[in-house]
């Protein structure tokens, strides 16, 4: 399934704001646009921010919802790491070493959009963990609320 994209619908409260976190801030390629949605290239996949009324529930930590990349190369990882911070976009979780020492190691950040939304960037030690490694059970951190 290589020539294949992967599509996200997720909701913003205001297109500008997000085209500012989207395109600005992290560097996604902008695609079609309305008063209502917009659409960005993230990593060459499909991201459509839908406006909506009201605000989502917020969330006390990064679960349940959140959606990112999984970097295959550290150095790439680091470069939006630190693209994020010289555009001062705002971190929910600061960058960190998850599990280390074991074969699910990985690096990890997560950023907030305008509207809530929570985005995870990381790049694992060892390439086998994004989707092996099966005798290790941990899936996530051990708290909800990490």
């Not at 960005?40 to 990064?62: C, K, N, R, W, Y």
């Not at 599990?99 to 959009?113: C, K, N, S, V």
């Not at 929570?118 to 290790?136: C, M, N, P, Q, V």
Request: one cysteine or more.
């Amino acid at each position: 399934m290589k020539d294949i994209l992967f599509h996200l619908a997720f909701p913003i409260h205001d297109v500008n704001q997000a085209k500012q976190f989207y395109v600005e801030g992290l560097g996604c390629k902008l695609g079609r646009e309305s008063a209502h949605a917009v659409t960005f290239g993230l990593a060459d996949h499909q991201l459509v921010a839908h406006v909506v009324d009201g605000s989502p529930s917020e969330q006390t930590g990064i679960y349940p919802r959140h959606f990112g990349l999984v970097f295959l190369s550290k150095h790439d990882w680091q470069a939006l790491a630190d693209r994020a911070k010289a555009k001062g976009l705002r971190f929910f979780q600061q960058p960190r070493v998850r599990f280390p020492g074991t074969r699910i190691e990985h690096h990890t950040f997560f950023l907030q959009d305008p509207s809530e939304n929570l985005l995870e960037f990381k790049h694992y030690t060892h390439e086998s963990a994004i989707f092996g490694e099966r005798d290790f059970r941990a899936v996530g951190d051990a708290s909800p609320a990490d």
